[in-house]
């Protein structure tokens, strides 16, 4: 699904200015079902978002810890 969204991001087209280039960037991670609240997944997409963005543009990263 991430790929697909980073990949349809790429032929989105706004209005007249059609030379304006718009990319993704994704981190993904898995919920535990050892986990009550949100916050640790969150902080765990969140690095991995950093890792992608650190990567370049137009990327995805996961989180495997």
Same mark, same amino acid.
């Given at each position: ?26 981190? =993904? ?8 609240? =949100?916050?640790?997944?969150?902080? %765990? ?8 963005? %650190?990567?370049? %543009?137009?990327? =995805?990263?996961?989180? %495997?810890?």
């Amino acid at each position: 699904i991430a790929d697909r969204l980073r990949r349809q991001t790429t032929l989105l087209k706004f209005g007249a200015v059609s030379d304006v280039k718009v990319t993704v960037s994704i981190g =993904i991670t898995q919920y535990r079902d050892s986990e009550i609240a =949100i916050e640790a997944p969150l902080a %765990r997409a969140d690095s991995a978002l950093m890792d992608a963005k %650190r990567g370049g %543009r137009n990327r =995805i990263a996961v989180c %495997r810890a």
